[in-house]
């Protein structure tokens, strides 16, 4: 079975290696260079922020984040020589009107990840000592993790480069999908090569509303920019993830914190301001003064692919054969990464699905009567 996958990111990554390694064949496409969009961008822990906050479709994939990615970067390791480092610090929360909320969160769903206990002070500075002071208690998850996101784009990358089934074609865009009697035959590239294909797989994240045109199909997914800055201390000197009024600090083991982030609609600008930069530095230096005394090294932004409620779509996408979709992750497409490839996976090759996949059906996408172009 031949599939072209349109966009590699983490979502079209994750779905070719799955799909490659079930036997398929995979040509994958990408307007930039590879990995090189939101999922190098954002943060990589492993859950939503504030798990009580978002969609149960959302955690349910998440909780699969982890376990998944694990068992990748043991099989790929010896190949890549890339390890992605699962980092477990453990986070604390200092948002107080969550503490209640978090608790009975944990205790009511039982996932192994979300176990969380309310720390007081001493117990606090036991966890992580540069707290600072104006924080006398806080929720600690003991079992939340982030992966090092750019390592893990470059480890599937080089993984799949040298994979005898898959071809790659970077600073490709992808201008039409070939449509023939309501079935999908393949993509044609902006320079004009036809690529015929048995199925077709749309992973172009935040700019997935492309494709709503030619499928006469309204896609409600949008870029949202978050902005990021970096760190470097000396290696493992933040002990734990960080977070308040959402902003976080991610501590990566040689010593890197990735810091942020923010929401604001830009269109497709990536560019990074001053204010919004200022922002997020208060609120890190707020939760950890002392990193005042360390050098911030690069700044960025990246575009999230917003969807309603953050629930990704992912499946046959209605009225049209053979295209599927695998987008809209919004905040949440790097823990959520590994289970929707797996769950595309399963879908396209009629096996059984790790979740019951109907919550991400893309046939909540609502028909169009748009100009077909
Ligand atoms: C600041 C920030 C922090 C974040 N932190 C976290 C976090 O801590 N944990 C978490 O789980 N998630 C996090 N996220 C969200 C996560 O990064 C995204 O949900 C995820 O990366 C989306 O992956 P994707 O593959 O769908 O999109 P992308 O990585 O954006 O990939 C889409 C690709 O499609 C390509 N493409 C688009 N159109 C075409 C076309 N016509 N032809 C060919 N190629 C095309 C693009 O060039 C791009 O490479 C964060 C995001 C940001 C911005």
Known sequence: MHIAII??????LMSALELAEQGCSVDIFDQQLAGQAASW???GILSPMYPWRYAPEVNQLAQYGKPLYQTWNEKLLPITGIDFQIHDTGMLIFDKE?????????????EPMQQCELLNRPKLENIN????????????????????NPRLLQSLICYLKQHPAVRFFDQC?????????????????????????????ITSGAWSQKWQQQIQCHIPVHPVQGQMLLFKTPENWLPTMCMNRVMYLIPRQDGHIVC??????????TAVDEHTQQDIL????????????????KRWAGLRPSSPQGIPYIGAMPE?????ANFGHFRNGLCMGSGSARLLRQLILGQETLVDPNAYSPSRLKQQNLISC
């Open 260 to 269: 942020g982030s923010s929401m604001a609609d830009t269109g497709f600008s």
């Open 173 to 201: 865009p992808v201008k039409k999908l070939i449509i023939q009697n309501k079935k999908v035959l393949g993509i044609e590239t902006e320079d004009g090569r036809k690529f015929s294909a048995d199925h077709v797989v």
């Open 129 to 148: 000592p540069y707290i600072s002071q104006k924080f006398q208690q806080a929720i600690y998850f003991p079992q939340l993790s982030n992966v090092r």
């Open 320 to 324: 049209l054969e053979n295209l599927w």
């Open 282 to 297: 208060s609120a890190c230096l707020e939760m950890v003064p002392e990193l005042a005394q360390f050098p911030i090294v």
């Open 7 to 12: 966009g590699a990111g983490i979502s079209g």
């Open 41 to 43: 961008a954002g943060g």
């Open 98 to 110: 969550d503490f209640e909320i978090g608790l009975n969160y944990a205790s009511r769903y039982q």
